[in-house]
């Protein structure tokens, strides 16, 4: 079961700068939460809230986690540890075996980080945060440096594991497409002070198929959504 999340009148500020503003939010265990909004408006202030980096400067924040899994959107593996030895170096009883196998990296088990293309580096990077056994998983455009087919082909990796282990997963992207086949409910935020304004819940059959008519759609809809006045 998924981690549960309730902020209750939330507010961050950094040096006087008022970058969160009374955030009122409840996230359900297993729920797949996308946080829309432009870049700088607050968004990564907001997942390091939850994961715990940061704290509120006003407000409740309670997040119901044992494990905290943070995929970053730069890979920052430890360059000088071979696949495995970064995977085993977060959790030394983790099944590696089994977590490559999923994410289709047991051939690379022993190479090093430079010996990887960037999609590789970033499944690493995922396998990394999955390590945890998570209940929560945090993303922080993850796919935003990664090719077209590539992005699906994680993301499709992504969308299979929450079928079978039921995380709660919170992400934050640029890419409408992203966050419609990734989310249960979309969160559009303003410029900074940072405030939900709209929440846009997604109703597409599972499993998603990411150019599917539906979900093309949904995005149609959700541009309009994005760019009204």
Not at 67 to 95: H, S
């Amino acid at each position: 079961m998924g981690a549960s999340i309730e902020l209750k009148g939330i507010y961050k500020d950094f040096a006087g700068l008022r970058v969160l503003e009374n955030w009122d939010l409840v996230i359900s265990p297993s729920e797949r939460i996308v946080i829309l909004g432009l870049s700088g408006s607050g968004k990564t202030t907001f997942l390091r809230l939850l994961a715990g980096i940061e704290a509120p400067t006003r407000g409740q924040l309670e997040v119901n986690s044992q494990k905290i899994g943070f995929v970053f959107q730069e890979p920052r593996l430890i360059p000088w540890r071979t696949i495995r030895q970064n995977l085993l170096f977060v959790n030394d009883r983790a099944n590696i075996d089994a977590l490559l196998n999923s994410l289709h990296l047991e051939e690379f088990s022993d190479y090093y980080p430079s010996q990887l293309s960037g999609g590789m580096k970033q499944r690493v990077n995922l396998a990394r945060a999955l390590a945890v056994s998570p209940d929560l998983l945090i993303m922080d455009e993850a796919f935003a440096s990664l090719d077209l087919k590539v992005k699906v082909d994680i993301m499709n990796d992504v969308m299979r594991l929450w079928q079978q282990h039921r995380f709660t997963m919170v992400s934050v992207t640029h890419d409408l497409k992203e966050a419609l086949y990734l989310a249960d409910r979309i969160l559009l935020i303003s410029s900074r002070p940072a405030r939900i304004i709209q929440q846009f819940p997604v109703d597409l059959s599972e499993p998603r198929i990411f150019s599917s008519p539906e979900l093309l759609s949904l995005e149609g809809d959700l541009l309009r959504l994005v760019c009204q006045d």
